[in-house]
């Protein structure tokens, strides 16, 4: 189920969105911005009214104002900074090594035919196994703690970012490699000033693909036990039937999935800004 | 100062994409290479840019040979091919290396000059026509200051108007620095145009049919009766060169 979900994730997030969006100004995309939020924020007020009418009885699916009270509750005494934290760090690792490994492999498979032959298929047999079915292993291998979860995720992280990098560096422009060529550019000087900034742009949308497969993976690994965590959050909200507890970590699981990834995008914003320009091309004639 | 001494180049797959060309060029000389598709007259540019090697024979720059992109020979190609990652005047200024900061940031400046396109220094390729951004290649290939020039087919990609003023910008950036000119085109007309010597090349395989002398004075009329004059010539020998197979030439 998760490996469907993630594969679809990659597949619109690698075709739909570009690292980096021009900006379109004016009022007219923050009316359809805020157009946007009219549908869900409408139903929780529907919801709350319904709820507090006695319309409806609200246990199973609690209001706005009770998921907001629990989250307060669990913010004031100091719990909930405790289980981000954890999840957070939990990510961060796993990102990181995920990261490092995917960059690595796909680097070696897209920069010869040799690494390419000799790692590829291996690679993408192992990413047919879906990821959830390492979890036994991993518990085996490094234990019930930390680190089985942390391989959990930088395995859900590494693939896509080996899938993007590899197949960003098969497709730079060859014209454009040979133009850097004219200018005597080899090896290094050429992987530095021509192949990185060319791979820039799907390296990082590789990287977002690869983030939100951590969020996901996280939640998976904190599934496997877990006494600390939103994880944990979620699987003792369902033992002692608390689903404002439940609804409150999903909710703080998309801010935190929503505010990393804008970081990602910040971070990598000022190296993508010659991406940033479209529709302003000069109609000057040349 | 270019010297092509008998080069071959025979492609892995068997295709003798050229056959024994030799050619001397001149300093400050613009010769046009012109024939139908598949006659090499691009893969001899790849020679001489040292982007290819030849099978046999060897390209030569002031007696020096040349077996990988050589610093004094600056190459232009079909496409602009900018570094799209790159503002305009940091494309200007790729191939300059060693010279201090101050005195790259004039180069760029002088050679963005030069193409007029000093305003749009801080643009980025995208945001460029199709005769700027060539404009700006141009630029790029000329602020390392090469001793040859090296053209592959520049101004096909764009419209006539656009073509002709960018020939004439060659021109005159060429009366000012004075570099070495070679020129591959498909277009008769921009060799008759630009270059003291058009060499004509025929395929199957590719060679030298003929090197056409031109010696009008330069701005040329396009349409008096010496110019047309020399056009008839060329396309007498293009013509006899892809409709005829090579024996038939002989037998004529």
């Given at each position: 189920m998760i490996r469907a979900d993630a594969v679809s994730a990659i597949d619109s997030l690698a075709s739909v969105e570009p690292a980096a969006r021009p900006r379109r100004r004016g009022g007219a995309s923050l009316r359809l911005a805020l157009l946007g939020l009219a549908l869900p924020l409408g139903a929780l007020l529907v919801w709350e009214i319904a709820v507090r009418l006695g319309w409806a009885q609200g246990r199973l699916m609690p209001t706005p104002s009770v998921v907001a009270a629990n989250l307060a509750q669990l913010a004031v005494s100091g719990d909930l900074w405790l289980h981000i934290r954890t999840t957070l760090l939990r990510v961060g690792a796993g990102f990181a090594l995920g990261v490092v490994a995917g960059t690595a492999l796909g680097v070696l498979a897209g920069a010869s035919a040799l690494g390419r032959a000799l790692i590829d298929p291996t690679l993408q047999g192992l990413r047919a196994i879906p990821s959830i079915a390492w979890v036994p292993l991993f518990i085996l291998w490094f234990g019930i703690l930390e680190a089985s979860k942390i391989a959990l995720i930088a395995v859900g992280v590494a693939f896509p970012v080996y899938l993007g990098i590899f197949g960003a560096i098969l497709a730079v422009d060859r014209k454009i490699i040979e133009a850097g060529r004219s200018f005597r550019l080899e090896g290094v000087a050429l992987a530095r000033r021509i192949l990185f900034p060319a791979v820039l742009p799907h390296y990082v949308v590789a990287l977002r693909s690869g983030l939100g497969l951590g969020w996901m993976f996280v939640v998976a690994a904190e599934f496997m036990g877990a006494s600390e965590g939103l994880g944990y959050l979620l699987v003792d909200g369902q033992q002692l039937g608390k689903p404002a507890q439940i609804i409150g970590a999903i909710f703080t699981f998309a801010v935190l999935g929503k505010a990393t990834d804008a970081l990602l995008v910040a971070a990598s914003a000022p190296f993508l800004r010659w991406q940033d320009t479209l529709g302003q091309t000069s109609g000057e004639g040349g | 100062m270019l010297t092509i001494q008998s080069v071959s180049k025979i492609y892995p797959g068997g295709a003798h994409a050229l056959s024994n060309v030799s050619l001397d060029i001149d300093a400050a000389e613009i010769v046009a290479v012109i024939g139908g598709s598949g006659c090499g007259k691009s893969t001899l540019l790849r020679l001489v840019a040292g982007l290819d090697r030849p099978s046999s024979g060897r390209v030569l720059i002031d007696h020096e040979p040349i077996s990988a992109p050589h610093p004094a020979v600056g190459v232009v190609f079909q496409e602009p091919r900018l570094f799209p990652w790159l503002t305009v005047a940091q494309n200007v200024g790729f191939?300059?290396?060693?010279?201090?900061k101050p005195q790259q940031g004039a180069r760029v400046a002088a050679a963005l000059q030069r193409v007029g396109l000093?305003?749009?220094?801080?643009?980025?390729?995208?945001?460029?026509?199709g005769g700027q951004a060539q404009r700006v290649a141009l630029a790029r290939a000329l602020a390392p200051q090469p001793r040859a020039l090296l053209l592959d087919e520049p101004f096909s990609a764009l419209d006539a108007f656009t073509r002709a003023d960018l020939q004439d910008h060659l021109l005159s950036l060429w009366d000012e620095l004075r570099p070495t000119l070679l020129l591959v085109t498909h277009d008769i007309e921009e060799a008759l145009v630009l270059a003291d010597r058009v060499v004509v090349m025929q395929s199957r395989p590719g060679r030298i049919a003929a090197v056409l002398p031109i010696a009008l004075?330069?701005?040329?009329?396009?349409?008096s009766p010496e110019f047309d004059e020399l056009k008839r010539e060329a396309l007498r020998i293009l013509g006899h060169s892809w409709r005829a197979p090579p024996h038939a030439i002989a037998a004529e």
């Open positions: - | 191939g300059l290396s060693g010279a201090s000093a305003d749009h220094a801080r643009r980025w390729p995208r945001q460029l026509s004075p330069r701005p040329r009329d396009r349409i």
